[in-house]
């Protein structure tokens, strides 16, 4: 891609972003603000709601902000984000950069262990797929991916969760570290036994569109002339694939891969809640529920910024494998 055009196109995907960031922000907002949930209430609890005085309920009221116009709300929200303030958190009484920075940690060894291997199983899987078209091999992927493709995220964790956890007990229940143990005491394995059922749960569902694409990338390769002499000159299959088929399909299937990362975060939010993992998506289904206004718009910020890099690389990709892209033509 040429650096003029390079240059361009990442200023334009820029402002798209920040334009959409707003936008999402915006969205969520007015869906936090018409949400029928008490944030005091919430927050306190029922009983200690019940049984408080009417003064200390409107000074939590204006703790909270409840009784200020929504437009006011975020606009003053939004000027502090801008300054690099993300306010307090209601629910943790912390700041909200310091909870998604620690929650956001946990997520991304999650997510960066299920997307690698969901990236390397669904492309080997994919090549002997296609490599094998019509006979059993293929079907038996073809039919694994479509299950996946239609299997419900939270359903698969609730199974595997049951069966190695408990039926066989060979993974602790969820977390991230023992429960009960300090935290000087826990050491990297322990980290690794708690990430191995939430990470293997959100990479086996991550497979099948890998897998799927790289199998009909591999059958067009499969198909092309060259192949087809080289076939002729009596090269083996798997020789060709080999030398010559996987650059024709390992660009492709990793841009595709790089626009996954929001499929992936989508799922470890299901996968977080089954298996009790504290990442940013259990922070934002307990900010949701809790009426966190500051926390949940903090954490559809950052992840919006988190996922619109996947799609910056994922575009950047496509421009590099299809020259329509190069002398600006778009993808569609």
Not at 127 to 132: E, T, W
């Amino acid at each position: 891609m040429e650096p003029k055009y390079l240059l361009g196109f990442v200023g334009k995907s820029v402002i798209k972003a920040v334009t959409l960031i707003i936008g999402v922000s915006i969205i969520a907002f007015i869906l936090i603000s018409a949400s029928p949930l008490d944030p005091v209430q919430m927050n306190v609890g029922t009983t200690a709601y019940i049984n408080m005085s009417p003064e200390k309920k409107a000074q939590l009221e204006e703790y909270w902000g409840v009784d200020t116009p929504p437009l006011e709300r975020y606009l003053n929200w939004a000027e502090d984000f801008i300054h690099g303030d993300m306010g307090m958190s209601l629910k943790y009484n912390r700041p909200v950069a310091e909870i998604i920075g620690q929650k956001f940690l946990n997520s991304l060894a999650l997510m960066a262990v299920a997307w690698v291997l969901s990236g390397i199983i669904g492309f080997i899987l994919g090549i002997v797929a296609g490599a094998n078209r019509g006979r059993w091999p293929d079907k038996l992927i073809k039919g694994y991916a479509l299950t996946l493709a239609s299997t419900p995220t939270f359903w698969l964790a609730l199974v595997i969760l049951m069966v190695f956890s408990v039926w066989l007990g060979w993974f602790p229940f969820g977390m991230t570290v023992p429960i009960g143990v300090n935290a000087a005491d826990v050491t990297i394995f322990d980290h690794l036994q708690h990430l191995i059922l939430p990470a293997i749960t959100l990479s086996v569902v991550g497979v099948a569109n890998i897998a799927l694409h790289t199998r009909e990338k591999m059958i067009d390769i499969m198909e092309s002339d060259y192949f087809l002499y080289a076939m002729a000159r009596g090269e083996k299959k798997w020789t060709i694939i080999r030398r010559h088929g996987l650059r024709n399909i390992m660009l492709p299937a990793l841009t595709l891969q790089f626009a996954s990362i929001s499929e992936i975060f989508g799922g470890s939010v299901l996968v977080e809640q089954v298996f009790s993992y504290p990442g940013l998506g259990q922070a934002a289904v307990t900010a949701g529920l809790g009426g966190d206004v500051s926390l949940l718009l903090g954490i559809t910020v950052v992840t919006a910024c988190f996922v619109f890099a996947g799609n910056l690389i994922a575009n950047i990709l496509y421009g590099v494998v299809d020259p329509r892209i190069r002398r600006g033509q778009g993808i569609g």
